[in-house]
């Protein structure tokens, strides 16, 4: 099944090509080095790419972004599953078990919609950072500290969200490395952007792990379980995602854009 000079381009939380968070995907062995591994993610210059090395009926999943390696990645994760469908790799009628670093996670096919079943995240109240608004051009109403060193901000609107202009270099200089802004939307339950500097991301197109703790903090705001949620990237993200006990169902679309051959 691993072919280590195959890599495959997926547009994932959408059906339209060009839209959504594209990921490079890759179908490798364990004599794949780690450090290949990020140079071949920095040649793609993606959010991430995830590779995909079999170990039984069950798969190791690792995400690299050009800079570094991160334990969790919604739409990496998607598009690796979509691939294993799509190649026949793995039935439509059969789960897939990844194992991350982040955590394990079950995959199923609903339909054209591809189901994943993510931890929660907790969430804890804190005060806004002092550089917060120079950096993000707003004072949220509302400030949480989730994993990950992530900070998450709710604004009062999706206009709020939509005119926010973040200044990256100040928000690495204070520690505003992992930030995700939010609040409620017009067209959807929530609207969600995430930036993240630090991980070589400045923003990030569409982001299935940031549900992990944005779900929890609107079930705590609002009492619903099921959302639709938008990522109002300039390229747009569109997630169905639910609560159930512990853990976070993330349904997703994709399309693939590209196969390449590597010459290396």
Request: charged share 20%.
């Amino acid at each position: 099944m691993t072919n280590n000079s195959i890599i495959y381009q997926v547009d994932a939380f959408t059906d339209q090509a060009f839209k959504g968070n594209p990921a490079g995907v890759m179908f490798v062995d364990d004599t794949v080095s780690e450090s290949w591994m990020q140079q071949m993610a920095a040649e793609m210059n993606l959010s991430e790419t995830a590779y995909v090395i079999p170990t039984g009926d069950a798969f190791h999943i690792r995400y690299f972004t050009p800079a570094v390696e991160i334990p969790l990645c919604g739409h990496a994760t998607l598009a690796s599953a979509y691939m294993l469908y799509q190649l026949g790799i793995k039935k439509e009628h059969e789960t897939i078990l990844f194992h991350a670093k982040g955590g394990d996670l079950s995959i199923s096919k609903e339909g054209d919609w591809i189901s994943m079943n993510f931890p929660t995240y907790p969430i804890h109240k804190i005060n806004a950072p002092i550089a917060f608004k120079e950096s993000l051009g707003f004072d949220p109403l509302e400030t949480y500290s989730s994993n990950y060193d992530w900070i998450i901000a709710v604004a009062k609107s999706e206009e709020d969200i939509l005119n926010c202009h973040p200044d990256f270099e100040r928000m690495k200089a204070n520690g505003l490395g992992h930030v995700m802004i939010t609040a409620p939307g017009e067209a959807a339950d929530f609207v969600v952007r995430c930036f993240a500097p630090f991980a070589g991301i400045n923003e990030d197109p569409v982001t299935g792990s940031a549900q992990c703790a944005l779900v929890p903090l609107w079930h705590l705001k609002t009492g619903k379980t099921s959302f639709d949620a938008l990522q109002l990237s300039q390229r747009t993200g569109e997630l169905k995602v639910k609560l159930i006990h512990d853990r976070i169902h993330i349904k997703g679309k994709c399309r693939t854009i590209f196969k390449a051959v590597l010459e290396v």
